[in-house]
């Protein structure tokens, strides 16, 4: 598969940054799941550009459902979600289609399209195909909450400032899940916005960590092999642009830790099985054990800067040079929040659809 | 799909730690590809425990190629391997039928199947199934040859200890090709085998990272969505037992760059389009562009330690302690390189059918 | 996967009977094709209503393009088709939220949704969604015609009057194109027609036969297991709704033969290897042999009829009699050929992606 | 995926004709369900040859199980069976490495692997590899059986002689469950081998047709598109060898009725709906509505004669003539017929996996 990500449930995404519409549909869901209109506006309002640290592009994002979706609930046939482009200025792109930018993916689109790819604004490229995403995501993350289970995600480092970690999961999930630079804490945030605004003052850009928690979830999803928990988390967040690295409960620092240090030991409190530390991740095997998924996600820097850069051009693969105008996001991090929730959510209710049925989450 | 990885190209495994036998089926491949037992076999060999650093268990890992090769060649069919486990131990896991061992997935098995899954040596959670994995992409491996696209993977930290980075690649590939501890520099490989034998003084085990470099992959190849090469590969790299975390280029470290330092310039050099430098790893927008793939794997310290453990009684929920015994490795790193390799192998080959065609490799 | 047909090349489809839109996303076609909106009509007005013989609903069926085309042509990213519902008549169906039409899938979809589907008009199931098909399928017409592939379906039965055969398939598959009534022999045709109105003016319905030869295709497309050639076009053909038969080349006929009747002689005339009959219907061993594919699907007589039927209440689970009301078709059949085209053209360019890559159709 | 059919519940199959080993992997099944090996062992039964209709090549069919079952159950990974051949006589080839047999798989397989394929007995085309579904199969009969839900074919034709048809279920189904030659009427049986043994006396072959019913099945199982139950049933039985048509309830017979014979009213007895006809084979929709699973298959004769016919030499395209040598069946359809029931039952624990989660069958 193409653009589709999910087998029971499944997200099909379409469009480019200046074409007529982008979205999304989705499919799979239980019927009878409570679809909330206003939830979805709040969820793409937390993807949508952010004063000076975002892009002078402003597009509403009004979501239409244009199928699935009978008295206000999902009707188990596929929910077609359509947004229409308003704010393009294509003619900022002349150049742009021949010049590669650095980091873009400009380059690889016209070996893989042969130039005939849509390469305004990124097209099929560009972050703006996640808010079809988003809308999706804000469904499932819907669905999921049939059962209790909710997802965080909190901008962990932007530009070289670290928030603190998670500490009480359901208050702070809850803490996040309005919030437009979603940390923990705010004075950590008011530096990271400082670290993009002069990012931006220099024509530069900034990159950061996220990190969520997902609480709630069974023990028993998952497969050993090849379906891992990590595996499916993993194949949908490296699909979203900019990010370059996942690591699941200590990650990257258990490379460095002994065996005594990293095992998480097993506790029975009330009956119920725990374990005293979460090094895992709340995965064992593939397979959820029943205390949080926690994962992290690298975000490079936003490769659209303002710099002059070296680059080639595409139709005559010679050696040019490219200064990009338009306007561009210097970080897109706290905007990237949002499409980790989504996809997240979108990956969990596939699993547990495959695991205890169609009719689980509703 | 469960233990089943791939479309076009795809290998399906099977087996039991201590059941008759494991193996795996590789499908898809062109027909015609030469397939050489004793590269198989050197593979095998690069899986294989090694001396002080590794489990007591020896296993032969004969395999045997029981369909899908004609005359030395593949048909184009699918090509089954299967191994005979000839070394269990069965009665060194009594105790574990009811103790989940921490950091194991004996708890999330137990879930997941109900009780019914066999427990014995970690059954078909066990980092045995990888021969079958081995087995497969070796033939991968040999499909890639014939395009001259080469995998290398070195232990870049082990304990604490780090090897050089990857310098000339095409030397250094083939450096790493019959180590059986694969690293760049050797001083660095005799610390880590230093700090795997200190840690087994102590009843205890080390992990590491793993670094792979793919040389020799045409530009465009891979999806923008969902299968970005980064996805396709995580999801199989995410299902090596051990492996937390997965990074691509300079992954992590380019969440603290800025997007100056982060972008690769593009250069044309006798009409062939490089970049500068590789800190997208050989990826952008999720398709090759024809520069080395280079990407980091986490590998947890093994959790079968020899020290007294906190745990619980899966059948009670009561809470206990156990101290494993049997036969185990100290450190899993050096073999997992060849899982590493073996994955990626299969992984590619897969895309690359999809893109060009089942003959493409042949 | 649920709404989605196809792996390389791939076919999502949406909406309802009586929702605001209806479509279909194309993903996988290779970039570069020329995108005919004449000729994406021209298939519509081949799907529409005709006249006496069909239902007085009538739909404008414009089909808008709004991502994946540019510049006229394929970019290689998802093609997305939408149609805006019009000529609505929910008022029609009060009582059919809670009575079930004999032969419908009234009962079965409030099964399956708990009562939660969008029973309007039949919703998700109305043939009404075939349009996104057809419009896509158009599409994929268009990319066989790149290598001189043509699909050509005639109404072999209707009512029990029956069409003549294939002859010279080059002038037949030409002499279908833009025919409404798809005969071969237009006497046939009118006396189908006078067997349908004869139907209608009894408050019945009729069905019949389609038949369909495929010209062009090249041998070796195809699997052994699975994903024979029979097993991928009967898969597509029988989520047409009122498809309840397939069967390629002699079909059915091949039961009563012997061997020495059923095989096709291979000749080698000027150095192409051809049969000297076609029973085989141009697929050996699942895998197509140069020949022309020809198969037969059986179309049931529509259900909606104006007799009045036994049924029972799906709220009370009661006994109740049913006297449908509204707009509908007498015969479908002639409405269904260009259906069968379309899933046809989108299973065959599947297929050939995945035996000779994603740019052999451009 | 080529050699695997099914996605919660799937199968792969290995081998050819005159390899070492042929055999199946079956994965997905729920842990804890009962493998009858001695059950195993009479489904294979079923499928061997049989006294003077079927070829003198005898295979003993001992299926081991290597992976999977634990304490003689299920454990919910891949369950692994081999079979090994025996009865090879691959001296009888020689002539066939380049004489394609008409109506076989040998033009076909040599244009698609380029003359690798291993040719020998049909190699992987053989309707020998069938031995693996019927392994697998039967465990996956024994999984319906946990909901009562049971598999009946009968040899509705076979070489223009008719059995009855189906009757009461639950004795017919019973009936078969243990005949080499399954028939309702064993008159009509008789005259059917009467029938098989004239062809087999001229060097030649007869077909025949096949009726399935399945009964037990709930309600609301299968998708509007494009995985209806007659798509995913037709998929699976298209695959097997000689297969070429495939219809569900009154099938080809719809074609000619009007709809008010066609519609199957709905009565609700005892709080329970049924239908008074089951013209529908049980599928409304796509979806089973609680009736019994009807579907008729047809199976061409079986292509290997003994009289001369025309064909062409592969290697260098010239006409030739051919006389087959060696050991065939002169009906297949008495042992296709556990085939059918095998890949039907395979393909009803996928869909009710997917629709009822990953434990439902246990």
Same mark, same amino acid.
């Given at each position: ?22 979205? @999304? ?13 206003? +939830?979805?506006?709040s %969820?793409?309002n937390?993807?949508? @550009? ?9 597009e ?12 206000? #609930? ?6 077609? +979600?359509?947004?229409?482009?308003q ?9 742009? @289609? ?17 130039? !005939? %790819? ?5 097209g099929?490229f560009?972050g703006?195909?996640?808010a079809?995403?988003?809308?999706a995501?804000?469904?499932?993350? $819907?669905?999921?909450k049939?059962?209790?289970i909710? *997802?965080g ?25 309005d ?19 002069a990012?931006r ?6 990159g ?26 993993? =194949?949908a967040?490296?699909? *979203?642009? @900019? ?30 099985i ?20 926690? !994962? ?10 303002? #710099?002059?850069? %070296? ?5 005559? $693969? ?8 338009g306007? =561009?996001d ?12 989504s ?5 969990l209710?596939?699993?547990?659809a ?9």
């Open positions: 598969m193409k653009n589709t990500l999910g087998s029971s449930v499944s997200v099909t995404i379409f469009g480019e940054s200046h074409g007529k519409m982008i979205g @999304a549909i989705l499919d799979g869901l239980a019927p009878g799941i409570h679809v909330d209109e206003e +939830f979805i506006a %969820q793409m937390l993807r949508k @550009a952010a004063g000076s640290i975002s892009t002078a592009r402003h509403a994002d009004a979501v239409k459902i244009v199928s699935g979706v009978f008295n206000g #609930k999902t009707t188990g046939t596929p929910i077609t +979600f359509i947004i229409e482009n704010d393009q200025h294509s003619r900022d792109y002349g150049e742009l @289609a021949y010049k590669a930018r650095p980091g873009h993916a400009d380059f690889t689109a016209s070996v893989k399209y042969h130039g !005939f %790819q849509d390469f305004r604004g990124g099929h560009s703006r195909i996640t079809g995403l988003v809308a995501g804000a469904v499932a993350i $819907s669905a999921l049939t059962k209790n909710r *997802i995600t909190h901008i962990l480092s932007c530009g070289g400032v670290f928030d603190r970690n998670f500490g009480d999961l359901g208050s702070d999930i809850a803490s996040l899940s919030k437009t630079f979603a940390v923990l804490d705010d004075n950590a945030g008011e530096k990271m916005i400082a670290a993009i605004e990012a003052n220099d024509g530069d850009s900034v950061g960590r996220l990190e969520t928690a997902v609480a709630g979830l069974p023990a028993g999803v998952g497969e050993p092999w090849f379906d891992t928990i990590e595996s499916v988390l993993s =194949h967040l490296f699909s *979203i642009p @900019a990010v370059k690295g996942v690591e699941f409960g200590d990650g990257f620092a258990l490379c460095d830790m002994r065996g005594s240090q990293a095992n998480d030991s097993f506790r029975s409190i009330d009956g119920k725990v374990t005293d530390t979460n090094r895992c991740g709340g995965i064992l095997g593939g397979i959820t054990n029943g205390m949080p998924v926690v !994962f992290r996600t690298a975000v490079k820097p936003t490769p659209s800067i303002y #710099k002059e850069q %070296q680059t080639i051009n595409t139709e005559t $693969s010679e050696n040019t040079s490219l200064v990009i105008q306007r =561009h210097p970080a897109i991090i706290h905007r990237a929040r949002v499409v980790v929730d996809v997240t959510a979108l990956v209710c596939d699993q547990l495959l695991r205890f049925g169609t009719d689980y989450l509703a």
